[in-house]
């Protein structure tokens, strides 16, 4: 066992060696134990909102009138420590659940009212953009979780799960947070439109007939006409939702705009769009329509804003299904910071010892990336590889 003091955050100094009472995800340093160096290091542990930290050296250098109580600090099991990461994994991806689907039915107010109530409307949406924002800056370092879509062609999720993904590639190129403001909202009420496209047509399953096409064609228009009734929404807003279906190369609709006369805020919310409908067309697997986007859609986006994107979802983004270095099959559930190393949950070939593995921790790599129709029909049943794939921020 170690011994270690506990204090308050108020009396760091620099020349302590400290160790944060934290998991490593929950921070932006190397390791949890450090010796404090700068000031700027103190500033960083204070916004972690941690009331106390282990002092692991340099007591002396504490003024002895601030009377700092020694507690005995017993290190954790690695037993322990396991069972701590996966209560912690499953509170996190029990909290991007829960907030995804209260975004959605936020998101779905904002759109009844944008016609009736547009002052409403907008209200609802600023405040759920703040939400958004509050949460992409939750951690130093957004991360991405895999949520589900209770309805898979439900307009509200796919709203806001274009809305997470467009932040993140926001962040991504420097964007200002007036910036991602705009994508935020823009991307939220970028399909208000299909309110105005029958069900019979937005939800078909067989080929649409060239009429449905060019009905359905027609949302961008019909959101925009709906938000320009009165001088509310800003202009980006409105340019989002009017032409994210416009193309680089001027194939897109409904005005054909080419290259840098489509706005970035515009261009990312489009870019992330597309991959979406690439997701939900092209095949369940979210590694797979990056791969499509990047290999296919060239010309229809940036280049530039394609690399972003690959390096905000990560090279396995949640939802992929990938193959272990220990012949385990798995599912990926959130991003870290070592692209290579995410959170998944496991099972073997046969779907039997199915468990979360955090990588970044293990001596165990993603061989491969497989398909669904790669899994043994008891590993397919594990991790359910069919089901609806969304995206929100993780609070890991």
């Not at 270690?4 to 949890?32: A, D, R, Y």
């Not at 107010?109 to 409307?121: C, L």
């Not at 979360?356 to 029909?377: G, Q, W």
Request: with cysteine; aromatic share 6%; glycine share 4%.
């Amino acid at each position: 066992m170690s011994k270690g003091v506990k204090i308050p955050v108020s009396q760091l100094m620099v020349g302590i060696t400290i160790k944060l009472p934290l998991s490593w995800t929950q921070h932006p340093f190397l390791f949890n134990q450090f010796e404090i160096e700068t000031t700027a290091q103190i500033e960083i542990v204070k916004s972690l909102n941690l009331t106390y930290v282990y002092l692991i050296a340099g007591r002396e250098l504490i003024n002895a009138t601030q009377n700092v109580p020694i507690v005995a600090v017993v290190e954790k099991t690695p037993e322990e420590h396991a069972e701590e990461q996966l209560a912690s994994l499953r509170k996190s991806l029990r909290i991007s659940q829960n907030r995804f689907q209260k975004c959605a039915f936020e998101c779905r107010t904002a759109f009844s009212k944008v016609s009736a109530e547009p002052e409403r409307a907008f209200r609802s949406t600023a405040g759920l953009v703040e939400v958004l924002m509050d949460h992409i800056k939750e951690t130093p370092t957004p991360n991405l979780a895999l949520v589900s879509s209770v309805d898979e062609a439900g307009i509200n999720e796919h709203c806001v799960s274009v809305a997470v993904l467009s932040m993140m590639l926001g962040s991504v190129v420097k964007c200002s947070d007036d910036e991602l403001r705009d994508i935020a909202m823009g991307a939220l009420l970028h399909d208000v439109g299909k309110q105005k496209v029958p069900d019979a047509i937005r939800r078909k399953k067989t080929n649409l007939s060239e009429h449905e096409i060019n009905f359905l064609k027609m949302h961008p228009k019909f959101g925009y006409d709906l938000m320009t009734k009165q001088d509310i929404f800003p202009e980006t807003v409105l340019d989002i939702v009017l032409h994210h279906h416009e193309a680089a190369d001027g194939s897109g609709h409904p005005d054909g705009l080419k290259g840098d006369a489509i706005a970035l805020t515009t261009q990312i919310v489009a870019l992330v769009d597309d991959f979406e409908s690439i997701l939900r067309v092209k095949g369940r697997s979210p590694q797979v329509a990056l791969g499509y986007l990047f290999k296919n859609r060239t010309a229809k986006h940036s280049p530039a804003l394609i690399s972003a994107f690959v390096k905000a979802l990560g090279i396995y983004p949640p939802g992929t299904l990938v193959q272990l270095t220990n012949g385990q099959v798995a599912k990926v559930l959130v991003t870290t910071s070592v692209v290579k190393q995410p959170h998944v949950f496991a099972c073997d070939i046969n779907g039997d010892n199915s468990a979360f593995r955090f990588l970044i921790e293990e001596d165990i790599a993603i061989e491969k990336v497989i398909k669904a129709d790669e899994l043994s029909h008891a590993a397919e049943k594990a991790l359910d590889p069919m089901k609806a794939i969304s995206f929100y921020f993780s609070s890991l």
